[in-house]
């Protein structure tokens, strides 16, 4: 069997060992994981700066997601990286660039990443001090996850958020 066959396993089964690792251990195994990927490979940039990410260098994190974005990322990976890249940027002091690439990432196709990308932007819009409007995109994001009254709340969100951009309330 080809080591690359049974990647992906082998991938799930470090990130559960990520809090019993100590950081530089799991970014270290990490590394030489995603090695056995060809050099170019996207997924290796994205997994790379994940690990970074969790094991709190955000700032090393940050690069590596560029690259898995420029090498061409695709699919839930990609918004991933988006996710992940605007929140460190959040978090290492630029709330603009953050509100800026999530913004961006919800004219893109929806999944089921949706409820995230609108959690982080609400978290950058706060650090903004756009409160209001980042509590009506929190209650939009959670509106999808009610058992009922999703539409009230989706209606009320919306509401918030348009008093909001008119100046009142």
Known sequence: MNNLDNWEERLASLWGSLDSLEKTDFITRMDALTAELPPDAAIASFERGAARDSCGYPELAIPLY??????????LRRRRAVIQMASSTRYL??????????????????????????????LALADLGREREALA?????????????????ANYAQALHKSDASGNG
């Open 93 to 122: 002091g630029n709330p603009q660039r953050a509100a800026d690439l999530l913004t961006a990432e919800l004219q893109e196709g929806g999944d089921e990443l949706d409820g995230a990308v609108r959690a982080f932007l609400a």
């Open 66 to 75: 560029q690259a898995a974005l420029a090498a061409g990322l695709t699919g």
């Open 137 to 153: 995109i929190s209650l939009t994001a959670l509106s999808g996850y009610l058992p009922r009254y999703n539409r009230s709340l």
